[in-house]
């Protein structure tokens, strides 16, 4: 092997390996942000997840008769739950009595979701058997 | 440099099964959604089964109540104790744009039934559970 061919298998080496490590860089960080990014929709589920979970803890107590102020009762208490950082959430008493509840993460959009008191048992034409649950006693069942 | 290239390609295909992932969940919303709004009514427990084939629309989401079976009852364990019954009420999110086949998914009303002394006050629904997406079970639960 003479000198010009050393010099081209070196050439060619160094041209390769670049172009392999620079594969390697932008493979690595693609997959730190599909990490972060499951991360962030896992956590956006657990929100979501976590306010419906609260309507099953409360069920069968209503909270008022009427199932629109229930649904302004309700709308105000998971808006005081609390969130996981980087998350945020917006919970908006809606017409026909029901609650959306839309929670978002910058990098990754959001979700939402419409929940009814009346699925749950918390209002309806029945009075209520018990006094309306106060922030307190709510913070503690979850 | 054959391994950096089929590193991309996992890459590519774990990003394509993540966006499939957010379409899935994005049903699953929408189907949840529209059973909270099917049953935001206190008195349409009683009336649910005649409105099977009926469609609603919750936001962007557009549904039909495709069945209801049940409810069915238990025996209760003792006199004057309340009754607990349950209903499956199966929904299909209509196809749109972002979602072109129609889904279903099937629901569990629990209901609860006072005994009164005339007998037993009517049906009152104190939870609905979602019982799976195209047979998949759904993780519905306190984080």
Known sequence: MNLVETLVASVILVISSSCSLQ???????????????????GQLEIAL???????????????ATDCADAARWLAVHLQSQPLAAGLSRVVSAEPGAL???????????????????????LCGPKQPTTAPITEEQTDATL | MLSSLSLQAAALQSRSQVSAGQRLRQAEDGLMSAAQHLLADPLSVDQLAARVGETGQVGPVAYRLVSLTGPSWQDTAEAGAPQRGRAVATLELLASAEQPRPLQAAFALELL??????????????????????????AVGAP
């Open chain 1, 23 to 41: 594969l390697w860089a932008s493979s690595s960080s693609s997959a730190a942000v599909a990490e972060q990014r499951q991360h962030l929709l």
């Open chain 1, 49 to 63: 997840l976590g306010s419906q979970a609260r309507l099953t803890a409360l069920a069968a107590e209503p909270v």
């Open chain 1, 99 to 121: 609650v959306r509840v839309q929670v978002s993460a910058a990098e990754v959009g959001q979700r939402q979701r419409w929940l009814s008191p009346a699925a749950y048992g």
């Open chain 2, 113 to 138: 039934r006072q005994a009164i002394p005339e007998g037993l006050a009517p049906p009152q629904l104190v939870a609905l559970r979602e019982l799976g997406l195209r047979g998949r079970s759904a």
